[in-house]
């Protein structure tokens, strides 16, 4: 089923998810209200919006990482390649080896380095020595690790600094090889250098992963990011090009918010 | 009078380390009581003999033996069954009127009697289920009555990993299982130790209980199917009818000497393990 | 780097050998005899029992303890062959078990060893157990509040005592021990307490009275001249049979009722 | 990797978990039904509130054992659950973790260390000091709440010990940030963090110190009055239990059964007053 681009004139584009009228509630409180949007494949998705305004949420409803709260529902479709992951027969953690999720804040698990990389390969049933060595290495060198840590995997993760367990945890989600991948504020706490590490990393993947990046740093999505979508109070307020978005907003709440007058 | 923050601390820290020193007295003291009437009886006879006389002389052997074996098939029924109760109370149940029950049933059964309990094996264990006097009817009875503890205990470790860890291991494709294994119970592991290593320390020392179920009898055991002594039990009969005072503390302090060893061993291994992951 | 799954296959393997090499244990190879119940006795049936095996390697004697209770409810209920009890009186639930006397054991009276006093009579027994007598000056002691020391409730060296003395009532305040054990450790270290246990854990510890002027010795209790002595029963359901009457047998012959003689109980046939 | 079913995991688990608590069950049941119908038939003025015990003549009355109980628990609490949780408090932040790895199992240690024992000891040297000093037979309420007080020491210590080492050290950090001492850090924030697992270990202490027998019955006296003054001679109703149990049959064995019962409403109330009450106390603090 094609879904095309609201109001783009750049061509069909392949669509990875596409979300129809999709709201979640934890227990009674409403997070999101009834969003409906298609992610094209292969690009960057930017997702701004104030705090509370349902970016972490949509994310963590992609991946089914909100299943893990007791009371929470969710009503309406989310469609990827065209099957719904609420659907009866979709198999969440085969779902999650799909979409790779970067957490705000560094979570290395308490392991050496070498161990969190290949936590994910090992699930799939992957045993092979030598073939965990590659994987070791490719997502190091994609999350520009590699260098910094080659001789050191049996070190304590833990022992990492903040922007290096940032990497590390995007290397761990790319040694899944997932074919998306989601970054919730990833540069959060970093620093300049360590961020813009991640943004070339971004850059570079873009050519083989879906990526939605939440972010409240409406100047790295200006950056990173080809389209962008602005969440406000759990709604889709617009979504578009990004250079349209920071330049020529088609609604005046996106305006004020780009320009910095409230949020 | 608002003490300055620095010399509460001060006034405090000094309270804390009183503390600490009044309890490592105490323990000092009770250890060189034990070992200072206890030493002189230990040789190689005591240690790798049998009793002769009512225990008026020769060794203790069966009785280490039973001390060995009793714990140790008290623990491989109860650790199971109560990290997996933990397990299921905190990961796979939600939090509700039922879970609270139980913990609070396991937290009165960690009250009842030694004594109780004891009635209760003999009764169900040894006669009605015909075990009869045996290492396994009392270790089945000691493991009901360390469940409790071992539950409860585990349950804390595993309420006290961070949540950050599950949400990343289940984003990682983990299922509920796997990440339960491969990352909750890792991370749970000190406090679990410390649930199993009381549940040790409480069925090493206790006599009532055992009593009415292993029994006492002096032969070396062959099989879980036979009865026999523990050391508890033996400085138990020794002491209260009044046979040896000195065979009794030499009981004791073999006793000693073994808990301290076997709870030294398990910390260093434990430590070991977790200076690797962290 | 093992993942902790593989270690704990690991760790487990060793327990699940360990424990599966002792279920295939000898079992019930040879016959077996099981005695349980009284604490007190307990310690001279296992003596027995060693002996008789090395007599008899056929026969596996197994002694358990528990107490006089528990002895009659496990000949009653077949979890032992024979029970062991000392009280004088059995209760009723016993009826239908068959006693045979196989010892007799001496109750005395015993005191720091600071106390001058040498003898009480049965009155003056009577007296300090029933708290009427409270200071051991009215006996001509030193000025002290006498510490009345007893066993508990239904304990066979306490319901003998009190049978024997006759209409004890024993004052409010006096400390129980549950064992001659405790007893003992509790008169040595109470210079004004006084208690009573089996004759044959007396210690230098702890000073035993006379009672009517009568010493706790074989021969005076064999004459009758010293009155608190109770019997030891091993009861059986019915007419003892086979292992059980064997042992009991051989528990009344000469032999074992010597060994019970040397080693602190009075035996039942001279 | 063969996944194991989640679904055949899940069943073990609730397998495992129900028969755990099945056994636990099992025994509440059994003590129950021994003693129901005694303490149906005597009912509480006779049972409870009576107190002449004195099995021989079919005197049931445990009430001077109740107030024993609550006392000779009350003690072994103010003294083993402040001084273990200081302990704790001292060896997890004021000292080098070497020295804590060093430290712990020794006081586990005491947990190892048999009942009886500690009732030994309690005759042969606390009863001797404690009457010298402070007179009465030395067989005491006092000298029960002290050796109670150090034999749930090592079950208050190590639960303690994990719940604290257990909290973030980034909570530490924040609170150091904002120029708290280490004492300040530990009262507002590691404390209140570890909140949860305090609660247990002093419930579970409490459990212990309530369901010990035989320590209690050496150092105890065991005289069945209501105590006026800590040095008193006590019977708690444990001790009664034990006591008598290897003599008690018919009615007696009843009794003490039911007494059982007693103990396990007992508990129950404890257990339930020691959780509201910290409940209580720490939202208090926060409102």
Not at chain 1, 215 to 235: C, H, I, P, W, Y
Not at chain 2, 129 to 154: D, F, V, Y
Request: proline fraction near 5%; glycine fraction near 10%.
């Amino acid at each position: 089923m094609e879904g095309l681009y609201s109001g783009e004139t750049m061509g069909p584009m392949p669509v990875k998810f596409s979300i129809q009228q999709l709201s979640t509630f934890y227990g009674s409180v409403q997070a999101l209200r009834s969003l409906s949007m298609d992610v094209a494949t292969n690009r960057i998705l930017g997702v701004i919006g104030p705090a509370g305004s349902g970016k972490t949420s949509f994310l963590r409803t992609l991946n089914r990482l909100n299943d893990l709260l007791p009371d929470f529902r969710v009503e309406g479709r989310v469609l990827l390649d065209g099957s719904d992951i609420y659907g009866p027969d979709t198999d969440p953690v085969l779902l999650r080896r799909r979409i790779g999720m970067v957490f705000a804040m560094p979570v290395p698990l308490p392991m050496s380095i070498y161990e969190n990389l290949v936590y994910g390969p090992k699930l799939t049933g992957i045993r092979d020595y030598q073939r965990l060595g590659e994987i070791v290495e490719k997502s190091l060198r994609a999350a520009y690790l590699w260098d910094e840590v080659k001789d050191r995997l049996n070190l304590p993760a833990l022992r990492l600094s903040g922007g290096q367990q940032q990497r590390l945890c995007l290397a761990r989600t790319l040694a899944l090889g997932p074919e998306v991948i989601l970054l919730d504020e990833p540069s959060s706490g970093l620093d300049p250098i360590s961020t813009a590490r991640i943004e070339e990393a971004l850059a570079e993947l873009k050519s083989s992963y879906t990526i939605i990046l939440v972010t409240n740093n409406t100047k790295q999505a200006s950056r990173v990011a080809d389209e962008t979508a602005f969440f406000l109070m759990g709604e889709l307020v617009e979504i578009g090009p990004t250079e349209k978005i920071f330049t020529a907003p088609g609604d005046s709440r996106t305006e004020d918010y780009v320009t910095g007058r409230f949020g | 009078m608002r003490l300055s923050p620095r010399l509460t601390q001060a006034f405090v820290v000094s309270l804390l380390g009183l503390a600490t020193a009044v309890t490592l007295v105490i323990l000092i003291f009770v250890i060189v009581f034990i070992l200072r009437k206890g030493l002189p009886a230990i040789d190689m006879e005591f240690l790798f003999t049998k009793p002769q006389d009512m225990g008026r002389a020769g060794g203790i052997l069966p009785t280490i033996v039973a001390s060995v074996l009793l714990p140790l098939i008290a623990v491989a029924i109860a650790a199971p069954l109560g990290v997996s109760t933990a397990v299921y109370l905190t990961e796979y149940t939600r939090e509700s009127r039922v879970t609270r029950l139980i913990r609070f049933g396991a937290d009165c059964l960690a009250g009842i009697p030694s004594i109780l309990f004891g009635l209760f094996g003999f009764i169900f264990f040894v006669t009605i289920l015909q075990m009869g006097w045996s290492l396994l009817s009392g270790g089945l009875t000691l493991a009901l009555m360390i469940l409790p503890t071992i539950i409860r205990t585990t349950e804390e470790a595993i309420r006290a990993v961070p949540n950050s860890y599950r949400e990343v291991s289940t984003s990682l494709g983990a299922t509920r299982f796997r990440t339960t294994a491969k990352v909750v119970l890792p991370n749970a592991l000190p406090g679990i130790v410390t649930g199993i290593m009381l549940g040790v320390g409480r069925s090493i020392g206790e006599t009532a209980a055992v009593i009415f179920t292993a029994g006492s009898s002096l032969r070396m055991p062959s099989s879980i199917f036979d009865s026999a002594r523990t050391m508890s039990v033996h400085f138990y009969i020794l002491a209260r009818e009044g046979l040896s005072s000195e065979k009794a503390y030499g009981t004791a302090a073999v006793l000693i000497i073994s808990v301290l060893a076997v709870n030294m061993v398990a910390y260093g291994l434990m430590n070991r393990f977790i200076r690797k992951r962290s | 780097m093992k993942p902790l799954s593989h270690r704990f296959r690991i760790l487990i393997l060793p327990i699940v050998a360990v424990l599966s090499v002792l279920t295939t244990g000898c079992g019930r190879g040879k016959t077996s005899v099981t005695l349980a119940g009284s604490t007190a006795f307990q310690p001279f049936a296992e003596k027995l029992a060693e002996r008789y095996m090395l007599i008899h390697p056929e026969i596996g004697v197994t002694v358990q303890g528990g107490g006089s209770a528990v002895g009659i409810q496990s000949a009653l209920s077949g979890a032992a062959d024979i029970g062991m009890a000392d009280l004088v009186r059995l209760p009723a639930e016993a009826a239908e078990l068959q006693p045979v006397t196989v010892a007799r054991d001496g109750i005395v009276i015993v005191v720091h060893p600071s106390n001058p006093l040498s003898g009480l009579t049965m009155d003056q027994t009577r007296g300090l157990f029933c708290g009427k007598i409270r200071n051991w000056n009215e006996l001509g002691g030193p000025d002290a509040a006498v510490t009345v020391v007893s066993r508990e409730a239904g304990s066979g060296t306490r319901t003998s005592f009190e049978q024997i003395v006759g209409d004890i009532k024993l004052t409010g305040d006096a400390i129980i021990q549950d064992s001659n054990g405790t007893i003992r450790e509790t008169v040595a270290n109470d210079a004004s307490a006084v208690g009573y246990l089996s004759h044959g854990l007396l210690s230098e510890k702890i000073k035993a009275l006379q009672v009517d002027g009568a010493d706790c010795t074989t021969e005076a209790i064999q004459a009758g001249r010293y009155p608190l002595v109770r019997p030891i029963f091993l009861l059986t359901r019915g007419a003892p049979t086979g292992a059980s009457a064997a042992f009991i047998e051989y528990v009344r012959s000469p032999d074992a009722q010597k060994v019970i003689g040397e080693s602190g109980l009075i035996p039942a046939i001279q | 990797m063969i996944r194991i079913g989640e679904k055949t995991v899940q069943r073990l688990l609730m397998a495992a978990a129900f028969s755990a608590i099945g056994g636990l069950l099992l025994i509440a049941l059994f003590i129950f039904k021994e003693g129901l119908s005694f303490f149906i038939e005597t009912g509480f003025r006779r049972f409870l509130f009576a107190d002449v015990w004195d099995p021989q003549s079919g005197l049931y009355g445990i009430f001077p054992m109740l107030v024993a109980s609550l006392w000779v628990t009350l003690g072994a609490m103010l003294l083993g659950a402040p001084l273990g949780i200081s302990v704790a408090v001292f060896l997890v932040e004021f000292v080098p973790r070497s020295v804590m790895r060093v430290v712990k199992p020794t006081i586990e240690l005491l947990a190892g260390i048999p009942s009886v024992v500690y009732g030994f000891i309690g005759v042969m040297v606390l009863a001797p000091f404690i009457r010298s000093t402070f007179g009465g037979p030395g067989l005491s309420l006092l000298a029960a709440s002290f050796i109670l007080g150090v034999m749930i020491l090592p079950t208050i210590i190590s639960i303690s010990v994990d719940a604290i080492t257990a909290v973030p050290a980034s909570y530490r950090e924040g609170s150091f940030a904002l120029g708290a001492t280490r004492w300040q850090t530990v009262r507002m924030v590691v404390l209140k963090a570890a909140r949860s697992g305090i609660i247990a270990s002093v419930i579970l202490g409490m459990g212990r110190a309530v369901g010990e027998t035989m320590a209690v019955i050496m150092v105890a006296g065991n005289a069945v009055k209501i105590p006026h003054s800590a040095l008193d001679s006590v019977r708690t109703l444990t001790a009664n239990i034990a006591l008598e149990m290897g003599y008690a049959t018919g009615r007696h064995r009843e009794a003490l059964f039911a007494t059982g019962i007693v103990l396990f409403v007992v508990i129950m109330i404890l257990n339930t007053a020691a959780g509201v009450m910290v409940r209580k106390r720490v939202s208090g603090k926060k409102g």
